[in-house]
């Protein structure tokens, strides 16, 4: 939590010594909020039976700019949900090094895949794909590096864990030192104007991880943890696979992603490869054996009335879509995703899923979208799961930006 403190003062200590006579400016307070509605079948005859249909203020979100200086400028972003207040990415940047070079500090996010670079506000499905949320590096606090051209994108971080920032302190109790992780995304974009884009590169990231430790009872609890939400879900909505992972050390996630797009057509692939190095240990009873996970997705989308998402080659990133009809913008999505979470001792399951989504943008603003999934789960571990799940899902969005 102290390296924490430091590295957020120091970042905008650095950002309000820049200022200097400059007059500083707020922008306008931009928000989302979404409202969903989820239901869910099972289609397997099992004990563990269906996650409860629910309503779900998903998010609401507000955020702003506050420009200290012509090249430095404040960002922050505040999360209201179930009856808690959360901190987003909330960091300053300083462009002042020299052209298409951008320094960040504060509590950031890591550079990790294209979806999850991707703002969630416009995502054609209403969630991420499993693989994205099971691996992708959580937000922290450190600095980052952002450099692009008319071809190449490259960001790199370094970030510790956001132990005591809007969070329970007894998080931090008895791990020690922070640990420290990195991510680096190179992207390359031989193609991009405005009706034709292609996209290719990867992510690599490594996280340290404290050792496990003993909670009130006694029990001893591991300090890494792989797991995904369902990729439509509610407020009651428990995830399907999970991999607890005893004595581990450090784990490094690589990245491969293509993407492109044509007109109205846009799509897009990445795989993922979690490799667990592990503790070395003299008692044999203690697992010691390096681990391998892995995931991918593909998914495309089309818009029906014609328009076309936009492309910004600064983040390499797809962005959402401006309706250019009286009846609104029309997009049809298809995705399918897997991920396996069994590896030599470790049965945390493996998950499959095909889903389609259909959106209305009655304007820029506002969103309505309908999700179906089938997810196919299936456990090695019968003694506490059956063998073969199959749950049905649907869900219902309306999104409100500002």
């Not at 996010?109 to 416009?122: A, G």
């Not at 969070?167 to 030192?177: E, H, P, Q």
């Not at 006694?218 to 509610?234: A, I, M, V």
């Not at 396996?340 to 259909?358: F, R, T």
Request: contains cysteine.
């Amino acid at each position: 939590m102290g390296h924490m403190k430091r590295w957020w003062w120091t970042s905008v200590w650095l950002g309000m010594s820049s200022v200097g006579a400059a007059e500083t400016t707020m922008g306008p307070i931009t928000g989302v909020i979404r409202f969903d509605q989820a239901m869910y079948k099972e289609r397997t005859s099992t004990p563990l039976g269906a996650p409860a249909n629910s309503a779900n203020l998903r998010t609401f979100d507000l955020g702003s700019k506050v420009q200290l200086s012509p090249v430095t400028t404040f960002h922050w972003e505040l999360n209201f949900a179930n009856g808690t207040v959360g901190l987003n990415p909330t960091f300053v940047s300083y462009e002042g090094i020299s052209k298409n070079h951008i320094l960040s500090g504060g509590y950031i996010p890591s550079p990790f895949c294209l979806e999850n670079e991707n703002s969630s506000k416009t995502l054609p499905f209403m969630e991420r794909a499993m693989p994205v949320n099971a691996f992708s590096p959580c937000l922290g606090a450190g600095a980052m590096y952002h450099y692009w051209n008319p071809w190449l994108v490259l960001k790199a971080s370094l970030t510790q864990p956001p132990y005591g920032m809007f969070n329970d302190s007894k998080l931090d109790k008895g791990r020690g030192d922070d640990r420290w992780g990195g991510t680096t995304r190179v992207i390359f974009v031989p193609v991009n104007n405005d009706q034709q884009i292609f996209h290719l590169g990867g992510s690599f990231s490594f996280q340290d991880i404290s050792p496990d430790q003993l909670d009130d009872t006694g029990t001893l609890k591991s300090s890494l943890k792989f797991t995904s939400n369902p990729e439509l879900r509610s407020r009651r909505t428990e995830n399907f696979v999970t991999a607890y992972v005893f004595n581990a050390e450090r784990y490094y996630v690589a990245n491969a992603e293509v993407a492109g797009k044509l007109g109205p057509i846009q799509a897009d692939a990445e795989y993922f490869q979690t490799r667990v190095k592990r503790r070395d240990q003299t008692d044999t009873k203690v697992p010691s054996d390096d681990l391998t996970f892995s995931g991918w997705y593909a998914q495309a989308n089309y818009f029906l009335t014609g328009e076309s998402r936009e492309y910004r080659l600064k983040d390499a990133k797809f962005g959402g879509v401006t309706p250019t009809h009286t009846c609104g913008a029309w997009q049809l999505a298809a995705r399918y995703s897997a991920l396996n979470l069994d590896n030599k001792d470790i049965q945390g399951g493996k998950e499959d899923n095909v889903s389609v989504a259909l959106s209305w943008y009655p304007s820029k603003q506002i969103r309505w979208i309908a999700n179906y999934l089938r997810a196919n789960i299936r456990h090695q571990d019968t003694t506490k799961f059956p063998d073969k799940r199959a749950v049905d899902m649907l869900g219902v969005r309306l999104q409100i930006l500002w």
